[in-house]
């Protein structure tokens, strides 16, 4: 185990689950709230999980970042819709010459963050995990959990596998995270995508889980196909994402315990969806390269629409 600390900016059901697990091994961890601070501080966190449930009675507990400490390891795991914060987060925290973490979806937190702190070192993080906030400090693991982490590098080339990238995907492998490390980010977003796309937008779009998405051969045609257009766009940065790739993120759907996308969950409880993150970046991205992706633009614009007319009391929660 090393002696780098770690601090979790947005402990919900990803920073939640994954900050919980490397304290519990041992490390300092640091985590930033806002909404259940008082709880957490007074009570900890309660991890439920297929593989294996505890509870933290006591954690670092902070509602502003000016608080805490600078970190060796800054893991930013808050939706895309609130990254207009991280200039007032991430140099109060952020060692210089420490490592920044990006666990979000889409495309460019990257870039943002190495503006914001250009002396860190900027690493992309995907995670492939069915995981919710049940309650105030109460997350609940409902299945899978694998952490793919890869070097951020402002030309968009590979960046390899450093030494500390090792360090710290083994403080995740020994906390009970399966975690991978990838020689290129720009690939590793586009492949998260090729999930993300289909199902995010889709349940919410169509009111569907992942389950009622996959059974039905129309929507399950649909999600095949716009996997397929996400693919095309990977290609635009001319990185491919072979067809073996799809069939295996539709066998681990298949399999997953029904389950309401982030995005859904988000429409539900009336929050930001990160709608640009997730379709506006690659959309704009490959139009730059002379790539249009009229299908995944169709789901952009309906769930623009969604945004500004959605009325959470007319939409069928069950």
Not at 128 to 143: M, N, V
Not at 275 to 282: D, F, K, M, Q, V
């Amino acid at each position: 185990m090393s002696n780098l600390t770690y601090a979790i900016i947005g402990t919900g059901a990803v920073g939640g689950l994954y900050g919980a697990r490397l304290q519990k091994a041992g490390h300092e961890v640091h985590f930033l709230l806002h909404s259940d601070f008082n709880h957490v501080r007074r009570h900890g966190l309660k991890i439920t999980s297929v593989d294996g449930s505890f509870r933290l009675p006591k954690v670092n507990a902070y509602r502003r970042a000016a608080d805490m400490p600078k970190c060796d390891v800054v893991v930013v795991t808050l939706k895309t819709t609130a990254n207009h914060l991280l200039p007032s987060i991430l140099p109060k925290v952020a060692r210089p010459g420490g490592v920044v973490i990006i666990l979000q979806n889409g495309l460019g937190a990257e870039k943002t963050a190495a503006g914001i702190v250009p002396r860190s070192v900027i690493i992309g993080g995907l995670t492939f995990l069915c995981s919710t906030k049940t309650g105030p400090g109460q997350i609940r693991h409902i299945d899978y959990g694998v952490l793919t982490m890869s070097l951020f590098r402002r030309d968009g080339k590979a960046g390899g596998i450093t030494p500390l990238m090792e360090e710290i995907a083994e403080d995740f492998r020994r906390s009970g995270t399966p975690t991978i490390l990838c020689e290129d980010l720009v690939l590793a977003r586009w492949k998260k995508l090729v999930w993300n796309i289909p199902f995010n937008g889709l349940s919410v779009v169509l009111n569907a889980s992942t389950r009622e998405l996959t059974r039905n051969p129309h929507t399950r045609a649909l999600a095949r196909t716009l996997m397929d257009e996400t693919v095309r766009g990977a290609a635009s940065f001319g990185r491919k994402i072979p067809a073996a790739f799809i069939e295996k993120m539709m066998k681990d759907t298949d399999k997953m315990v029904p389950y309401n996308t982030s995005m859904k969950l988000d429409f539900l409880q009336n929050k930001p969806m990160e709608i640009e993150s997730i379709y506006g970046e690659p959309l704009r991205a490959a139009a730059r390269r002379g790539v249009r992706l009229p299908r995944m633009e169709v789901i952009y614009r309906a769930l623009s629409f969604l945004t500004k007319h959605r009325s959470i009391k007319q939409y069928d929660q069950s």
